[in-house]
C-alpha cells in the first residue's frame, strides 16, 4: 500500500484512495485463484502473503477512511447514520472474517480457510465498488478543494 509524503499534498485524497481500492481489487483476485486451488495447489507462504497484506495493508486502507475522510465528510452526511455508518460497519465485519480467516490458517483447517476467504473477498470487494460508485461520489459533490487538502493532510501522517 503506497505511503503518502508531503510531496502528495495536492493529490485529490479521492483518487488516493480509489487506486488504493484498485490495488486491493487486484490482491483480492490473486486470493480467489489461491482458494480454487486449495488445498494443493498453493504453499503455505503464498496464503501467508495474502493475510499480511489483509491484515497491515487493507487495515492502513480502512485506518485513512476512518480517521481522514470520514470526520470531514461526516459534517455533511452524519456518521452514526446513513452511508458512512454502513461502510464503518462493514469495516468492521472485514475485521473480524479476517481474523477468523488467520485463526483457520494457523490451525491449517484449509477447508475452512477457502469459506472463510470467499465470504471476505465477496464482502470486501463490494463495500470498495459501494465506495467508488455511491459515497466518493458524494464526496465529490460535498467537498470543497480546502478540505479535500486537509483530508489528503491527514492521510500523510497514516502510515
Ligand atoms: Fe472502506
Ligand atoms: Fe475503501
Redesign the pocket.
Known amino acids: 500500500m503506497n505511503t503518502y509524503t508531503e510531496k502528495d499534498a495536492e493529490l485529490n485524497p479521492l483518487d488516493a484512495?480509489r487506486e488504493?481500492?484498485a490495488e486491493?481489487r487486484t490482491v483480492l483476485s490473486k486470493f480467489e485463484n489461491f482458494l480454487k486451488k486449495i488445498p494443493n495447489g498453493v504453499t503455505e507462504s503464498e496464503l501467508n502473503e495474502i493475510s499480511e497484506y489483509l491484515d497491515k495493508d487493507v487495515e492502513l486502507?480502512?485506518k485513512r477512511?476512518e480517521d481522514a475522510l470520514f470526520p470531514i465528510l461526516g459534517n455533511y452526511i452524519g456518521i452514526e447514520t446513513g452511508p458512512i455508518n454502513v461502510m464503518l460497519i462493514e469495516h468492521n465485519s472485514c475485521r473480524e472474517l479476517t481474523g477468523d480467516l488467520n485463526k483457520k490458517m494457523e490451525s491449517k483447517d484449509y477447508k475452512s480457510v477457502a469459506s472463510a476467504g470467499k465470504a471476505l473477498i465477496e464482502l470486501l470487494s463490494e463495500?470498495?465498488d459501494k465506495?467508488d460508485g455511491i459515497l466518493f461520489q458524494i464526496a465529490e459533490m460535498q467537498l470543497g478543494q480546502n478540505e479535500k487538502q486537509d483530508i489528503m493532510k491527514k492521510m500523510i501522517t497514516i502510515n
Open positions: 484512495l488504493e481500492h486491493i486502507h480502512f477512511e463495500h470498495e465506495e
